[in-house]
C-alpha cells in the first residue's frame, strides 16, 4: 500500500498503491479517476472510489454529516484488505489472442511464479504436435531434439509448450500424434491428450492395438512405432518421421516396405509391398515412399518367412481409455501421471502404480501440465522451480492449481529443466537450467484469426539497459512517445537466461552474464541490452574473500 496523500481540503483523502493493491479514495463529485489525480469534494458530500489494477470503480456520494461513520468503515476495511494483499499472490492476465488468454501468477511467500494459457475452442484455433527438428531421432548433437522456442519461430506459432518425457533423444517416450498419423506408441499407464479438428480435447491411457498380417493371413502382434527395436521379441514400424535409419539394439530381420499409403491414422488397416529382407540386421535406411518392419527374438521368425513383391497388412489402432474418441484426433502429446480426474484429485498411490517414485512427486520441481475444463476449455500450466523466485510445486500441489484453474481433468507433462512456454517467441517462464532445454515433442498454438499487420507507433523501453547484481531487481516500463503504455498491452520475456521477468515488467536477476529482456508490443519486438553481476564473494573465517560454496 502506498503512503497517503495529505490535501488542504479535510474531506479529501487519497491512498495509492504502488502494484495492483486498492488505492482507497475520498473526494468530491463522482468523475473518472487516473493514477495521481486526486479528487476534490464539495464541503458537504465525501465520494469514495476504489482503484483496482490501474481501474478506478466509484460509487455515489454521500453526505458528509449523514455518512461519515460509513465512509471511515469502509475505508478500514479496503486498507486492512489491502496490507493483508501484501502476503498474497498476485494474478495478472492478457488476451493474447481472440481466443486465448495468457495468466501469470506470482507469490512471494512462498516464492512461486506459474504462467500459463486458457485456450477457448474455435474454429481458428488450431493445436498441432511438432517434434524436435521435425524427425524423432538424427545423427547429430540434439539427436532430434529442439528448443520450443525455435520450434515456435520455425512454425510461426503464437505460442508453444514442451511435452512427453524423452530418453535425451528426439523419442517421445509415450503417445504422439502429429497431422492425424501416429508417431509413437502409448506408454503403459501413462495419460495423453489430444486436439480434434471440431476443437475437442481428448484425454486417456489407451495401449496400442496394432498387428501385421501375411498374405496367408497369419499375424503377429506389432509392437512398437519409430523407436528403436528392443534386443528381444520386438516388432517395430519405422516410417520418415523417424528419420533416415531404423534401428534395433541387437541384429534381427528388417523388411522394407514400399507403397505405403499414409498417414497411418488411428483406426485403419493399411497395406503395403515387400521391397527387401535384409537378415541380421541393426540399421537399414527408411524409404521415402515406404518403411521398414524390424524385428528380433519371435518377431524375427515372422518376418524370414517374407518375400519380395509378397503384400503384407498394417493394422493401427488403440484400445482402452477412450478408445472411440481417439480415431478422431489429429494432434495428441502424452505425459504421466494423472493429475485430476472427473474434477477430483488422483491420490499419489496411482502416482507410483503409474511409475513415478515418491521422490519425483513428493519433492517440489519446475512442473508442466495440461488440462481441459467444464467448458471444453484446454490450459497449459508451467510453473518454475529450483529457482529463488520460484520454489517449484509437488505434483498433489500442480494437482491443486490446475484444479483452481477450472481443469476437471489433468495430466503431468515432463518438467524440470524441459519446462518452457513461449508466446510471441518469448520465454514467459525462467527455465531451470539456466536456458532452454532441447525437447522431443511439443505443442503448438495457432489462431487463424490473427492477421499480420504493420505497427502503429514507435515505443521506447525505460531503463534503456540495465546492470544489476544476481538477486537484485528492476521495473521496465514502456513508453509511447511521452504517454505510458499499460502492461495489459505487452508481452514481457528473457529468452537469455539472465533471470525472470513477469508481466508486470518486473525484472529478476537470476545468473550472471549478459543478455537481453524483451516486450512484444503492437506486432513489433524492443529488447533492452541487461548485464548480471555475480554478487560479492562472502568473506571465509579468515577474513579473505572466497570459501568453498556448493551448489545443487
Known amino acids: 500500500m502506498g503512503k497517503g496523500l495529505c490535501s488542504p481540503h479535510p474531506q479529501l483523502l487519497f491512498l495509492r498503491s504502488t502494484g495492483v493493491s486498492p488505492v482507497f479514495c475520498l473526494g468530491g463529485t463522482p468523475k473518472p479517476l487516473g493514477h495521481g489525480r486526486l479528487a476534490r469534494a464539495s464541503p458537504h458530500q465525501i465520494h469514495i472510489g476504489i482503484a483496482w489494477q490501474e481501474r478506478v470503480y466509484s460509487f455515489a456520494p454521500m453526505r458528509l454529516a449523514h455518512s461519515k461513520w460509513v465512509v471511515w468503515a469502509i475505508g478500514l476495511l479496503i486498507l486492512t484488505g489491502a496490507f493483508a494483499q501484501r502476503n498474497l499472490s498476485k494474478t495478472i492476465q492478457k488476451r493474447i489472442a481472440p481466443h486465448v488468454v495468457l495468466f501469470q501468477e506470482i507469490s512471494t511467500d512462498p516464492p512461486l511464479a506459474i504462467q500459463g494459457l486458457r485456450i477457448t475452442p474455435s474454429r481458428s484455433v488450431r493445436i498441432e504436435t511438432a517434434l524436435g527438428d521435425d524427425v524423432v531421432l538424427i545423427e547429430n548433437g540434439a539427436r532430434g531434439r529442439e528448443v520450443v522456442s525455435r520450434a515456435v519461430w520455425r512454425h510461426r506459432a503464437i505460442a508453444g509448450l514442451n511435452a512427453d518425457f524423452f530418453p535425451y533423444t528426439g523419442d517421445p517416450l509415450g503417445l504422439c500424434i502429429l497431422r492425424g498419423e501416429i508417431v509413437s506408441e502409448p506408454f503403459p499407464n501413462r495419460p495423453a491428450v489430444g486436439w480434434t479438428p471440431s476443437g475437442k480435447v481428448v484425454m486417456g491411457a ?96 515372422f518376418l524370414q518367412t517374407l518375400q519380395p513383391a509378397q503384400t503384407v497388412q498394417i493394422r493401427i489402432d488403440l484400445k482402452g481409455d477412450g478408445e472411440p474418441a481417439w480415431r478422431e484426433v489429429m494432434e495428441a502429446v502424452a505425459g504421466g501421471p494423472w493429475l485430476v480426474r472427473d474434477g477430483k484429485p488422483v491420490p499419489p498411490e496411482e502416482y507410483e502404480r503409474a511409475g513415478f517414485n515418491r521422490s519425483f512427486w513428493e519433492r517440489r520441481h519446475p512442473r508442466t ?10 490450459l497449459w500450466l508451467v510453473v518454475d522451480g529450483r529457482q529463488a523466485h520460484s520454489q517449484g510445486a509437488t505434483l498433489p500441489e500442480l494437482a491443486q492449481l490446475m484444479l483452481r484453474y477450472g481443469a476437471v ?127 560479492p564473494a562472502e568473506p571465509n573465517k579468515n577474513g579473505g574473500a572466497g570459501g568453498n560454496r556448493t551448489h545443487e
Open 206 to 301: 489407451p495401449i496400442l492395438d496394432a498387428t501385421l498380417t501375411r498374405a496367408d493371413g497369419t499375424q503377429t502382434p506389432l509392437t512398437g512405432i519409430n523407436r528403436p527395436a528392443k534386443a528381444n521379441g520386438d516388432l517395430v514400424l519405422f516410417t520418415h518421421f523417424f528419420g533416415t535409419t531404423a534401428q534395433a539394439e541387437s541384429p534381427g530381420v528388417a523388411v522394407v516396405l514400399d507403397a505405403l499409403p499414409r498417414p497411418l491414422r488411428v483406426g485403419t488397416t493399411v497395406q503395403a509391398l515387400v521391397r527387401e529382407i535384409v537378415p541380421n540386421a541393426t540399421r537399414v535406411p527408411i524409404p521415402t515412399s515406404g518403411a521398414v518392419l524390424m524385428g528380433t527374438g519371435d518377431a524375427d521368425n
Open 409 to 535: 481433468e489433468a495430466i503431468n507433462l515432463d518438467g524440470g529443466g524441459s519446462s518452457t512456454l513461449v508466446v510471441r517467441d518469448l520465454v514467459l517462464n525462467s527455465p531451470s537450467d539456466g536456458s532452454e532445454r532441447p525437447v522431443a515433442n511439443l505443442w503448438l498454438l495457432f489462431d487463424d484469426s490473427l492477421r499480420p499487420a504493420l505497427p502503429r507507433a514507435t515505443y521506447r523501453i525505460e531503463p534503456s539497459e540495465a546492470r544489476l547484481k544476481v538477486g537484485e531487481q528492476v521495473r521496465f516500463r514502456l513508453w509511447r512517445d511521452r504517454e505510458p503504455v499499460s502492461t495489459w498491452d505487452a508481452l514481457w520475456g528473457c529468452n537469455t537466461g539472465l533471470g525472470f521477468i513477469d508481466q508486470w515488467g518486473r525484472f529478476t536477476a537470476l545468473r550472471p552474464g549478459q543478455g537481453t529482456v524483451s516486450v512484444y508490443i503492437d506486432h513489433q519486438w524492443l529488447h533492452v541490452p541487461a548485464v548480471v553481476e555475480a554478487p
Open 369 to 378: 501440465a495440461v488440462g481441459r475444463t467444464a467448458k471444453g476449455e484446454m
